[in-house]
């Protein structure tokens, strides 16, 4: 597997972490029930799902990249995992606006609420 198209640049990246943050909220919204309030929940579960990918997402490039689990948590578990909930919050950036507009067009679906 030719993993440089994955990892060795920032553009497929940014792609696969902007798609994800569109899906994300679709999927959701079909255990969440209509309304504003679930809206809002529906909203931050996303937001927690997609820092958690984001984690893992980087994890996993650390890894395609050579780096082994014991290099990548050598200064400590907590520490490596204060890294990678910043690398996932910094991805936010790229999935950010792309999650807001797909929770934004979730209200046009619904057919027992109003917005």
Same mark, same amino acid.
């Given at each position: 597997?030719?993993?440089?198209? =994955?990892?060795?640049?920032?553009?497929? @990246?940014?792609?696969? =972490?902007a &798609?994800? !943050?569109? *899906? *994300?909220?679709?999927?959701?919204?079909? /255990? $969440? @029930?209509? !309304?504003?309030?679930? +809206? +809002?929940?529906?909203?931050f579960?996303?937001t927690?799902?997609? *820092?958690?990918?984001?984690?893992? $997402?980087?994890?996993? +490039?650390?890894?395609?990249?050579? =780096?082994?689990?014991?290099? /990548? $948590?050598?200064?400590?578990?907590?520490? !490596? %995992?204060?890294? $990678?909930?910043? %690398?996932?919050? &910094?991805? &936010?950036? %790229?999935?950010?606006?792309?999650?807001?507009?797909? /929770?934004?067009? +979730? @209200?046009?679906?619904? *057919?027992?609420?109003?917005?």
């Amino acid at each position: 597997m030719d993993t440089s198209l =994955l990892s060795g640049g920032i553009l497929i @990246p940014a792609i696969v =972490l902007a &798609a994800i !943050g569109w *899906v *994300v909220p679709r999927l959701l919204a079909i /255990v $969440f @029930p209509e !309304g504003v309030k679930p +809206l +809002l929940l529906l909203a931050f579960a996303s937001t927690c799902i997609m *820092v958690a990918l984001g984690m893992i $997402f980087f994890l996993l +490039l650390y890894i395609l990249q050579g =780096l082994s689990l014991s290099e /990548v $948590f050598s200064l400590g578990v907590r520490e !490596g %995992l204060v890294h $990678f909930a910043r %690398l996932g919050l &910094a991805s &936010a950036l %790229l999935w950010g606006p792309i999650m807001i507009l797909s /929770v934004a067009g +979730l @209200p046009k679906h619904w *057919v027992e609420e109003t917005w």
